[in-house]
């Protein structure tokens, strides 16, 4: 077993939280309306906070992946929809995506 996968079959369990979070109605807790919208939040709230970690194989660990904050994932999602608005692909158009599992599909699956 590698590194990753022990932190995690060792994790504490919170018994409760599962319960507790749907106590709450969906209407009651103020989720953004788009996912523009929970990004934008994110990187206003905490924008040197990481967004995503991406580890390049199953046994990478947060101090060797890859590391996009919310203000870099910001940057590059508004670059994205900006470089699609340029091509004339607007945002009711449908556009498919062939990219592989990297970090930088990301930003085009949240600009696009």
Not at 40 to 50: E, F, I, L, W
Not at 65 to 84: D, F, I, K
């Amino acid at each position: 077993m590698c590194g990753l996968a022990r932190r995690f079959a060792s994790a504490p369990v919170f018994p409760g939280f599962f319960h507790q979070h749907e106590e709450v109605p969906l209407a009651e807790r103020r989720l953004p309306e788009t996912t523009y919208q929970m990004l934008r939040d994110g990187c206003a709230n905490d924008p040197d906070k990481v967004a995503i970690w991406y580890m390049h194989t199953g046994c990478d660990t947060p101090e060797n992946a890859e590391a996009t904050t919310y203000r870099q994932l910001w940057r590059r999602v508004n670059q994205t929809a900006n470089l699609l608005s340029s091509l004339g692909i607007d945002k009711t158009d449908v556009v498919s995506l062939l990219v592989p599992a990297v970090t930088e599909s990301q930003f085009l699956l949240w600009g696009g």
